[in-house]
Every structure is written in C-alpha cells, then in structure tokens.
C-alpha cells in the first residue's frame, strides 16, 4: 500500500487500537523528614514495598494502603512540591467508623467524621460540613481528616455502592477481608428483611453483593 492510499483510507475503516489500560500507581508526597514520614506510614499499618539509598544524596521509600492498587513514594533527591502541599488525597474505605477507630488506636491524628450539607462532595475549608456521617451512611457522603507530620492532607471517603461502571470489571472484587465482611453483612440485612425469602440464600446474597458492587438496583 502506497503513502496516498493509506491517507486517502475512510476514517471509519482505519483500524484503531482498543481501549489501553493506563493504571494510576502512585504520587510523590513531598516530606521534609524521610525518617519520620517512614515511622507514620508505617505506624498507619501500611506496607513499605521499599526503601532504596544510594549514596547521601537519593533515597526512595515506597508505602502502599492495605488493598490499595496504587501507593505513595518520598525521599531526597526527586521532584516534590513544597513539604505539606498535597491536600485531598483520597483513602476510600467501605466501613469509616471501624477505620477510624483502628487509626485513632494506633496514634494518628484522624478528626472527626462528618458530611457536606449540600451533597456527595465536600467543599473546600469548613464550608458545608456537618459533623457525624452522610443519612444512612450514604455511599460516597462520609469522610474524615488526616495529616501526616508535614501537614499533607489525606481524606477517608466511605463508599459502600460504587457508581455505575466504576470499580468492577466481570463479578465483584474486594480489596480486603474487612470490604467483603462489609458486603456480606449488608447482603444479611436485606435477604432477612424479605417478605419472603428464596430458599438459595447464597446465590441471593452473591446476586446482591455483585449488584451493588456495579451499582445496580439490588434486588435480586
């Protein structure tokens, strides 16, 4: 095929590639003590994947979340903003009280929960924000506060109901025993509350728990 014969082709018979996956694996927290953000992450319970050194000047240190598929690096020697300038740094979880009390029981400064008055979305500062969490606990309406030592700004997010064609690709995936737990329990909930219930509670409780999981009306 000729130079001109493939840019004459109809744009609707070139070949395009399919949809690429393009994964989200981590941002550069910039810290002014490498030492010392070691020791918080670490104190938070999540799992240092590494710590590379290389003479006085480069070191790299890798913390992940539990369940997380993306984590957090700092150092010396790589690009960063200024120590303390990454705020609303999303930590979502499926139960925000439980995991507020774990962090409170190891010693990190983790505030209040509370809610935005106006919806799912919090705003900026204190504006909006109405302490204890969403009605209902309402998926993607709870949060709570937490800085690390140089004042970077995590928010907890509870979301219990993904939004629709987020999260899930083929059934339902967790990311910890503490998610699906979750799941199961609110599963429980509405199999017993019923009118009349199906004699194959599992498949009802799997039907439900996938539904919910890709956001879909969950009655089975």
């Not at 774990?102 to 302490?131: I, K, M, N, T, W």
């Not at 503490?178 to 199999?191: F, H, N, T």
């Not at 409780?205 to 969950?218: K, M």
Request: glycine share 12%.
């Amino acid at each position: 095929m000729s130079p001109t014969q493939a840019t004459d082709q109809p744009e609707s018979e070139v070949p395009r590639a399919a949809s690429l996956d393009m994964k989200f694996e981590f941002i550069v927290l910039p810290v002014s003590d490498v030492d010392r953000a070691k020791d918080f992450y670490a104190g938070l319970g999540w799992k240092c994947d590494m710590d590379f050194v290389r003479g006085g000047d480069f070191r790299v240190v890798q913390f992940t979340p539990p369940g997380s598929g993306a984590s957090i690096i700092f150092g010396r020697g790589i690009p960063s903003a200024p120590p303390g300038s990454s705020k609303g740094l999303y930590l979502v979880v499926s139960d925000i009280d439980a995991v507020r009390a774990d962090l409170l029981a190891r010693g990190a400064p983790v505030g209040e929960v509370f809610h935005d008055a106006g919806g799912v979305f919090h705003r900026p500062g204190s504006e909006g924000r109405l302490p204890g969490p969403a009605p209902g606990h309402r998926s993607y309406g709870s949060f709570a506060e937490l800085d690390d030592p140089d004042g970077n700004r995590w928010l907890l997010q509870e979301v219990t109901t993904r939004l629709p064609g987020h999260g899930i690709t083929i059934g339902a995936v967790f990311s910890s025993a503490v998610e699906l737990a979750g799941a199961l329990r609110r599963a429980q909930a509405a199999y017993d509350a019923q009118s009349a219930p199906t004699h194959d509670a599992a498949m009802w409780a799997a039907t439900y728990i996938v539904a919910e999981q890709e956001g879909r009306s969950q009655s089975a």
